[in-house]
């Protein structure tokens, strides 16, 4: 009975927050006397990182090679991850959560009579029955909540466990699954995708701009100091609204919820919605021109001044850093 | 085209969140409710489809019966009639399986619901149902349109985009921007009144997690504040004080 990790690839390269989730299995399965499996759809990643698992945590790792899986198609996401949690014997399953997880742990929890939880920040605590903590009212609050059935499904919110890479590559193993038409059902007709650039979701460092920068010709300033500092790029809500950047970069209740080291606002006047999305940022730096801006008391560091004279300063600064 | 629309009866999203009763319940004095954020863009878009295409629109809420208002107000920007589940919503999966039970008897030809809820945030309900259900599920849907049979949709992905064909019935999780948020006119107020909202009781209640207590998060220091002609300092502060450099 050994823990199952879902492991998601990305441009190539396993995702940070599917690292974190495989670290987080291994400490799991210690818990429970056991070893950690990962699993890994696809065949856009090369071997040698499939191996490179082991070094943050995996036993094993289990590689579903048919390029049909390159994309995420839901049903057929279900299927495989079911066949590999009942052949391996695993009791609980551990995914980072994000769009495509949500999306097959729901179906998975109904298909393998499971206790699923989601947004998980911490360990299990085992000592008389099996509880997580959740964060919950968008960041607002957690909740404790038990997880009774035989088995379960976690879903480990983003930069809530910081995985070690301290072992060695683990041994990889060819999984086959048996996947029917009906599983690929909903057809994927085209993909829009960047690539080469860092995803909001799974940065470290994001830097994120509002309608204080006035229109879209002026996000030079933010684009420079993302760069300087390796940083993602995000936004509020109306400026996604108004289309100066896309809808993806938006950050808040309603958009992406983001969790990095630090988060810098800038020009962002800090509604209770936005915070809703960045309250679990390690660091908040904050830029207003306005003192009185909610967003200060969020803040850890602030600076009140225009945001067209700070960030060239913040730019110079950050690449002086290199 | 019978379509479902699934809401949630949720705190404004301005309400501060605190607890009672050794935090185990929702401090609910003077906090006003809303239909969740995203079922909002789901039922903007239900009503947009139902208008272009014709047939019949429900709402559901799996709430007591102080969720009421908000079925009337989903009634009031356009369903036509609502169903409420009597019982507290506790999970999930009882969620889920009181909305299938629901959906069997009725054959819907699309569930629409938001692509997670603000006070749980699971995400996991659209795809519980779709399941139970044996038809497809996807979220976030930004995108829909319906013609004939099939429905043409834009999913959100980590990045970018993701379009997408399937047959009908389907669920799907909604997010913006799908549609816009619809406000309810006078003559909605009035006859979202008399349209039927029918109460029935939970079938089969089992749960797959048992909620047990909240707590707020630690409260935040102050914020330290740097003057606008040394802000070359805060790269300094960030990575020697703060270390997330
Ligand atoms: C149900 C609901 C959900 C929502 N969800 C979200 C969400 O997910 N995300 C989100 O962001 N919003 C969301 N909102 C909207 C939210 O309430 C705010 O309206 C929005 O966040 C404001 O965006 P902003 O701070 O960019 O703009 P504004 O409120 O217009 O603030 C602009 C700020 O820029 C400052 N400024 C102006 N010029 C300069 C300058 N030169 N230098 C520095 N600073 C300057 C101003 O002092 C001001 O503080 C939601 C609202 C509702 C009702
Ligand atoms: N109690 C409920 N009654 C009706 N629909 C619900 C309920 N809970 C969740 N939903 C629907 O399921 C979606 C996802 O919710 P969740 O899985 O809680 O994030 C919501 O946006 C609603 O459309």
Redesign the interface.
Known sequence: MSVLVFVEVADGEVKGSSLEAVGYGAEVAKQQGTTATAIVLGTSIAADKLAALGKYGAAKVLHVADEKLNNGVIQAYVQVLAQAFEQTGAKILIVAKSSLSDAVTARLSVRLKASLASNVTDLPSTNGGFTVKKSVFTGKAFQTISLANENKIIALKKSAFSPVDSGSPAPVETFSASLSDADFGVKITKTDKITGELLLTEADLVVSGGRGLKGPENWGVILDLAKALNAATGCSKPVSDLDWRPHHEHVGQTGVKVAPNLYVAVGISGAIQHLAGVSSSKCIVVINKDPEAPFFKAADYGIVGDAFEILPKLTAAAQKLK | MKILVCITHV?D??SK?N?VEGNSKLDTTNMQFIIG??DDYALARGVELRDALGGTLTVLNVGTAETEPTLRKALAIGADDAIRIDAEPTD??FV?EQIAEVAKKHNYDLILMGR?S???????????V???LGI?????V?KLDIEGSTAKMA?????????????LPLVL?V???IAEWKIPNMKGIMTARKKPLEVIQPANPTQ??????????AA??A??????EE??K??????TE?K??
């Open positions: 705190p999203t301005t969140i607890f954020p995203y999930a999966f889920s997670e603000s006070d749980y945030n699971g995400g996991q309900v659209h795809g519980m779709g399941e139970m497809p599920s996807l979220s976030p930004m999913r959100e992905i980590e990045g970018g985009k993701e379009y997408l064909e399937a047959n999780g997010q913006e921007p797959y997690t048992q909620p047990q207590q909240y707590e707020l998060p935040k220091g914020c330290k504040m740097i003057a606008p802000a070359e805060l790269i300094e502060l960030l990575k703060a997330v450099l």
